[in-house]
């Protein structure tokens, strides 16, 4: 039999990253081999974002770029999914009819299916196919997962968003919250563990939303602890948080389980309470601050980290000059920073007051410079201590490889006749602190 390939081309966030991992299992399960080069496929699925418009307008370039690929070999199965494909279906199916299949976000799991539904029917006259309701509850995952790493693995514990952010498009292209089953969670990592992973992700668009679907209070942090109960796990991450609805209970969670790492990451976006009420974030400044006291009273050696847009309309000097001191104030060992950009569907892209974009900039740049003087002192603290680091692979320089503590960080250390695989646990010892790494030396132990 004539062999088959596959090319997945994947942008976006972790849970992008996942469902595209949920994709080459599915298509591997039917026969199809992973090839890198997507002119030679006969599947391509292209996994897309919508969060900002500059990856729209790659995205699209893309998408049109295919269209030669597909005249070349016109049995080739063009997919389109993710949240672009969620958001925007019918423009695209009119700019680009090339496209074989649009798939929305709720339809990862069921991909199988629909491709063998495909290509029974395409005998028939060809048209493209639309799977964009997202009122369907979406499947438990079952099934081979093609990992892109050997000792990390990304696990989606629930779906969608109910919080609504007034700059926000994930709701209205991921749906309405639905939460796995502990169950099925569990199995997942189970079965993970048995093939040698050891470091989780648990991820969600608001993980502390977790369970509330089911009607169960404080399901997050029971998960949690349940995870950390599974033998052979050795590091459980979690991404990402909103502070309206991070409990007492998970901060505790973190405190009391070895294996939950101590990094917590929990975007405050403005420093402004009035800015956050026009961003309906459903918390206050000095909700946040009481957020970070407690979890610093748990659990005083954590690293947190942040998001924070710039610029949202409205925004006065005075409101940035209170994102700015929030900042200081906090001391957040790395922040993602973004100038607010309008995403069509929003309500805030039809606020009053749009913030010019050279201002926008300006106060990135000064926020920016604040924010890595907070970075170095809190890497300048490790100096002298030894870090349990998990080895990842070479740098750039293949005598130094590189890895990650249990809260992030970035280590670099040179191999001084040692040999290493990824996912090895290695101590280092630091030496030198840099603004975004650490660099030391491996040590013989913790």
């Known amino acids: 039999m004539e062999e088959k390939y596959y090319s997945l081309l994947n942008y976006g966030c972790q849970m992008n990253e996942s469902d595209t991992e949920h994709y080459a299992g599915q298509l591997e399960e039917l026969g199809y081999k992973a090839i890198a080069d997507f ?5 391509i699925i292209v996994n897309t974002c919508c969060v900002r418009e500059s990856a729209e307008k790659k995205i699209a370039g893309k998408i049109g770029e295919l269209k030669a690929v597909k005249t070349k070999n016109p049995e080739l199965v063009i997919c389109v999914a993710g949240c672009m494909a969620q958001k925007d279906g019918d423009k695209l199916i009119k700019k680009h009819p ?44 079952e099934g081979k997962m093609v990992r892109q790493s050997k000792f990390e693995a990304w696990i989606p514990i629930m779906y969608g968003c109910n ?40 991820l969600g668009q608001n993980v502390n939303s977790y369970g509330k679907d089911f009607g169960e209070k404080d399901a997050f942090a029971k998960l949690l602890r349940r ?35 101590e990094n917590f990451h929990v ?44 610029g949202f309309p409205g925004e006065t000097e005075e409101d940035f000059e209170d994102t700015l001191n ?6 957040f060992d790395a922040a993602f920073t973004f100038i607010y950009s309008k995403r069509s569907g929003t309500p805030a892209a039809k606020m009053d007051n749009q913030v010019p974009l050279d201002v926008k900039k300006a106060r990135l740049n000064r926020l920016m410079e604040a924010q890595n003087i907070n970075s170095l002192k809190c890497n300048e603290k490790l ?60 040590v013989d132990n913790g």
């Not at 639905?178 to 079965?191: F, G």
């Open 383 to 442: 100096i002298g201590q030894v870090v349990e680091v998990l080895a990842e692979g070479p740098s750039k320089n293949k005598d130094v490889w590189n890895g990650r503590t249990r809260t992030g960080k970035l280590v670099l250390w040179p191999l001084e006749g040692k040999t290493y695989q990824a996912g090895d646990k290695v101590y280092v010892k630091i030496d030198t602190a840099q603004t975004w790494l650490l660099k030391g030396k491996a």
């Open 163 to 202: 919080n609504f952010c007034t700059y926000c498009i994930v709701p209205y292209v991921r749906g309405r919250e639905r939460s796995r089953s502990m169950e099925n969670i569990v199995a997942e990592i189970e079965a993970a563990v048995a093939d040698g992973y050891k470091e989780f992700t648990l």
């Open 267 to 310: 975007p405050f976006q403005s420093g402004s309470t009035e800015i956050l009420r026009r961003m309906n974030r459903g918390y206050s400044r000095e909700k946040y601050l009481e957020l970070i006291a407690l979890i610093r009273k748990y659990v005083p050696n954590c690293t947190i980290t942040t998001d924070i847009i710039v």
């Open 227 to 261: 995870v950390n109960e599974i033998p052979g796990v050795d590091r459980i991450h979690y991404m990402t948080s909103h502070p309206r609805d991070m409990s007492e209970e998970v901060i505790k969670a973190v405190a009391e389980c070895e294996h939950i790492c």
């Open 98 to 141: 090339h496209v074989d299949l649009l798939l929305g976000t709720a339809y990862v799991n069921d991909f199988k299916q629909i491709l063998l539904d495909y290509l029974a029917e395409r005998g028939n006259k060809r048209r493209t196919r639309v799977y964009d309701d997202l009122t369907i509850h979406q499947s438990e995952f």
């Open 39 to 43: 002119h030679d496929a006969d599947v």
């Open 326 to 331: 929030l900042v200081k104030e906090v001391g």
